[in-house]
């Protein structure tokens, strides 16, 4: 299953070779990346910048630093958005 523009996939899997939720999970590399700030998300979901802060801390959203700041994928807070999503009936 064909990855990157130059063919290689990423992804994890689990031990016996099996992958997590039976697809390989691609992401794209850091260097393709679309990087954000915690001030750019919070901007975005409109909520304040402890908040953002909070959900790195407790690992609910993924964040590497950079110095003494955070930088957040875009392919990660969209994957976050879509695992909080709700339809109200």
């Known amino acids: 299953m064909p990855g990157g523009r130059d063919g290689r996939t990423w992804g994890v899997s ?3 070779g099996y992958p997590i939720e039976s697809a390989l999970v691609r992401r ?3 260097t ?3 990087l954000l700030t915690v001030n750019e998300v919070a901007d975005l979901l409109r909520v304040s910048r402890m908040t953002v802060y909070r959900l ?3 690992g609910d ?3 590497f ?3 003494r700041s955070y930088r957040l994928r ?3 807070i969209h994957s976050y958005l879509t695992e909080r999503y709700t339809e109200t009936g």
């Open 14 to 16: 689990v031990a016996g």
């Open 32 to 34: 393709e990346a679309r």
């Open 56 to 58: 790195i801390k407790t």
């Open 61 to 63: 959203m993924s964040a």
């Open 74 to 76: 875009e392919e990660d």
């Open 28 to 30: 794209e590399p850091f």
């Open 65 to 67: 630093r950079v110095g």
